[in-house]
């Protein structure tokens, strides 16, 4: 088979870059990434990939590195990589794609909500803060300064000084400010900034302590702005930058020029426009141009303010400014031609520098007018955002004050839950204790009671023994029978119920049948005390001969005694004495 050699080798060298380019499209950039990351220093790790490694490449291949990298986050379920990556491809856009406005919003929206929803603040601050950056860019400023604002709200509840970013945050929101013309309050933001941890790359070092600079040289408070812009000159000589050398000595030099210290000012001057012709930062070479020969003027150097201003002609249509510098080079070239004596050309000068003033004052003021509408129109909107949000705070004070109150009830509640448990744990023990030793009480009372009963019944039955015995005597002789009947009556004696008696045996009595005695007085209030001892003596059912010996009586009178009991209560025959004390 014959191979044409000539396709062959570029057709291979073709096979080749799109292998390479293949290859090079499904880099996964992000696969030195560990996991086991905290997320702030996930959020760094990712930023430093991206810009070491993504940010270079073309736009295709950037995009689908980090299409990659969502896909992975998704997989993954790691929400925070997922958020990493549609901030960064929404930065990418923003950066080669300004006009895909609507993709750029997606991206960065779509990260906010995230954030938001896995309450994820590293990105969350990120997110807001991209929003009101790219808002500003595109000229919505009541939007920008709302998420901007609500940024550094976020940053604020954490310790800022240690956050991710936290200085490029303070220091682009206080820009934001510096360009709208709040001066005092784009200071206090880049203060803030200056307060945070230098980074290792001092670009925004340098660009805080400049911008702070530039703000109080707005307040005409000079000192304040040499200070920092010599604190943002340090940065610049530590940073090797001679862009930012030349830029912050040019400052340095405007600001002893206006205070005509031209010994220091001029070799400052002379520094910047080197720097700024080296790099064609061309409004810079012309504002420098300008100050030189308006300071050749001053010396009466009238050949060297002649060169400087042939020079600002050359380069003036390359600068930027041109409209502000052309006003100052006819008031220059004014001053040139007075004195060199040419008044015509002086006073031709003169007239086209007041034609310019008047026209750059008033589109100073049309430009101011403009910028006046928006800061009210941003003030209004901030204002609304102030008072939902003092709305909402008021919202939160009240729901935290009621769930603070349900908690101090619910706390008091179960106080007194607690207390109440441990009075009745305690009501129960001292009524434990008290039933046991009323129970204690009334079986020593039952016990005693009935060794007197028994006592009782023992001695009746000795006396009825004695009593058998002597009748036996009787029979077989009568002698001593006096004697005999005084031990009998001693006996006797001995198991009566005195007084005495009748009180102990009432206590004990009344501890094993509480209120017996009680109950006998309301039902029956007509007893006699003799009674009531029968009604006490039948109800520990003793015999009428046991009753008769305790009550020192016979027999036949304790059974009269019965009966007469029995008709004075009105019972009926068929009812006895126990049925009513039962």
């Known amino acids: 088979m014959c191979i044409d050699m000539k396709w062959t080798i570029p057709g291979a060298c073709l096979l080749v870059l799109l292998f390479c380019s293949s290859a090079r499209a499904g880099t996964d950039y992000f696969d030195t990434l560990g996991e086991k990351l905290s997320p702030e220093e996930k959020f760094l790790a990712v930023k430093s990939i991206y810009r070491s490694r993504i940010r270079s490449l073309d736009s295709s291949s950037a995009m689908e590195a980090l299409d990659l990298l969502k896909k992975k986050a998704v997989k993954r379920g790691d929400v925070m990589l997922e958020i990493m990556a549609e901030g960064l491809m929404g930065n990418y856009l923003e950066d080669c794609c300004k006009q895909d406005q609507k993709r750029i919003l997606r991206h960065y929206k779509h990260g906010f909500r995230l954030s938001q929803d896995h309450h994820i603040r590293v990105t969350e ?68 900034a200056a307060g945070c941890p230098t980074p290792e790359d001092l ?61 220091k000012a001029m070799p400052l001057l002379h520094y910047d426009l080197e720097i700024s012709t080296k790099y064609k930062v061309w409004a810079s070479v012309v504002s420098c141009l300008l100050s030189m ?53 002086a006073y031709v000068y003169l007239d086209s520098f007041m034609v310019f003033r008047d026209s750059l004052t008033k589109q100073k003021d049309s430009r101011m007018l403009a910028q006046i509408e928006a800061k009210i129109e941003t003030e209004k909107h901030l204002a609304k955002l102030q008072l939902i949000e003092s709305e909402r705070g008021k919202q939160i004070i009240v729901r935290n004050a009621v769930m603070i109150a349900l908690v101090l009830l619910i706390i008091i509640v179960l106080q007194l839950l607690h207390r109440i448990r441990l009075k009745q744990r305690k009501d129960r023990k001292i009524y434990l204790l008290e039933k046991k030793r009323a129970e204690d009480e009334i079986r020593n009372a039952r016990q005693l009671l009935g060794s007197y009963v028994e006592s009782v019944r023992e001695k009746s039955q000795l006396i009825v023994n004695f009593k058998d ?95 007469r009991l029995k008709k004075k209560l009105n019972l009926p025959d068929h009812t006895g004495l126990e049925d009513i004390i039962d």
Request: charge should be neutral.
């Open 293 to 345: 020969s308006e300071y050749a003027l001053v010396q009466g150097d009238l050949h060297a303010a002649e060169r400087y201003l042939d020079s600002v002609r050359m380069y003036m249509d390359l600068s930027d400014n041109k409209f502000v510098h052309t006003v100052y080079l006819y008031r220059n070239l004014s001053d040139l031609y007075n004195h060199k004596g040419d008044m015509r050309r």
């Open 125 to 192: 601050v990120w997110m807001a803060h991209q929003l009101g950056r790219f808002y500003y860019a595109n000229a919505s400023y009541p939007l920008a300064f709302e998420y901007l604002l609500r940024a550094h709200t976020m940053l604020q509840s954490t310790d800022y000084r240690h956050f991710p970013e936290a200085m490029r945050y303070l220091y682009e929101l206080g820009l934001a400010y510096f360009e709208f013309g709040y001066y005092k309050k784009s200071i206090t933001y880049l203060q803030d």
């Open 469 to 563: 015995e002597i009748r036996k005597l009787r029979q077989i002789s009568d002698q001593a029978h006096h004697e005999q009947d005084q031990i009998i009556e001693k006996l006797h004696e001995a198991s009566i119920l005195t007084e005495k008696d009748w009180i102990e045996f009432k206590r004990l009595f009344n501890k094993v049948h509480k209120g017996f005695f009680e109950h006998l007085d309301v039902k029956y209030p007509d007893l006699t005390q003799a009674e009531i001892r029968l009604l006490a003596l039948t109800k520990l059912k003793l015999t009428v001969n046991e009753m008769a010996n305790m009550l020192g009586i016979s027999s036949d009178s304790v059974r009269k005694t019965r009966l």
């Open 203 to 263: 670009w925004y070092a340098v660009s805080v302590n400049n911008t702070l600079a530039l703000a109080y040289q707005h307040l005409t408070m000079i000192d304040s702005a040499e200070h920092y812009f010599n604190e943002a000159l340090s940065y610049a000589v530590r940073k090797k930058d001679t862009a930012w050398i030349g830029i912050i000595s040019g400052n340095l030099g405007h600001i002893h020029f206006t205070n005509k210290e031209y010994d």
